[in-house]
Every structure is written in C-alpha cells, then in structure tokens.
C-alpha cells in the first residue's frame, strides 16, 4: 500500500467530499479505501492548522476526525473545537465522526457529548463502510425536514 499520508483531490461540483484527520496509517488507510468505495473525494494528511483552514472554507460532507489527531485528547482537540465554530446551515449538511480508543461505535451518547455525529472505536474500524453508509442515512433522515421547514420560511 502506497504512503498514504497526504491526499489533496481536486474537488468539482456536486461530487461528495470528505476531510480525513486520522494520523494513524493503518486506520487512515481503511477510511480512504472505504471512502473511495462510496465515491467521495478525499482530503488526507494535514495538520491541524490546515485542517481547521479546510474546515472553514470547504463545507465537506464527511469529516473524520481522530481523537488524539496531533497528539491532542477530547478535551484539548483543535478540530473537534473548531468544528464548534461552523455555521450551522453548513453543519446540518455534514456528517462528522470522531475515531478512538476511549469510544464505543455507534454510542449516540458519546457522540452528542463531543457534539459530533457518529462515534466509531478503532475496534470496528472493519466495519467503517457500513457504519458511515448508515450515518449517512440518518443525516439525511434527520435533516431533510428541518431543511425544508427552513426554505419554506425563508431563513435560508
């Protein structure tokens, strides 16, 4: 398998994208692999100060984000911090999913807790595909009413 490490994909009108800061390689590699199977378009391979440029000005639809990306931990991680700071019209359209050891896949409490959408455990990284399928769906689920109430009044 080829260094994985850095991956800039151009990114073209209505292609899904996603914002990868997982800086494990082995886990980094899987989540690519997975993502490229479902179609997006990636963004590997940044530093914090980087990803956090990216997140302000790209609205990706998946963003993945390590829970000690740059040797940080849930309490002191600058992306789960700036994701805190993204508009909330950009932020309904996304998905954003925290990896880690201290995490339980598909806990709905620990993912509302670190104000994120899914939770996955290293453990189940195997099972990412069908995990982010599945997020995906809810999402969609979710938000597509609220987004249609917002049109229909005229807030966005």
């Not at 990114?11 to 997975?34: H, K, P, R, S, Y």
Request: with cysteine.
């Amino acid at each position: 398998m080829s260094d994985l490490k850095h991956r800039l994909d151009s990114f073209e009108l209505n292609d899904i994208t996603a914002l990868i800061c997982v800086d494990i390689q082995e886990i980094q590699g899987q989540i690519v692999n997975d993502l490229d199977k479902l179609g997006y378009k990636l963004h590997t391979g940044l530093f914090a100060e980087d990803a956090e440029l990216k997140l302000q000005t790209h609205p990706y639809d998946f963003v993945i984000i390590s829970e000690h990306y740059n040797a940080s931990n849930l309490e002191t991680n600058p992306l789960l911090r700036a994701m805190l700071d993204v508009q909330s019209s950009q932020r309904r359209r996304q998905v954003v999913a925290l990896i880690g050891p201290s995490l339980h896949t598909d806990s709905e409490m620990e993912a509302w807790a670190n104000s994120v959408d899914l939770v996955i455990s290293p453990g189940d990284i195997e099972n990412f595909q069908t995990v982010v399928k599945r997020a995906v769906q809810r999402q969609k689920l979710f938000y597509t009413p609220i987004a249609e109430v917002l049109l229909e009044a005229g807030l966005v």
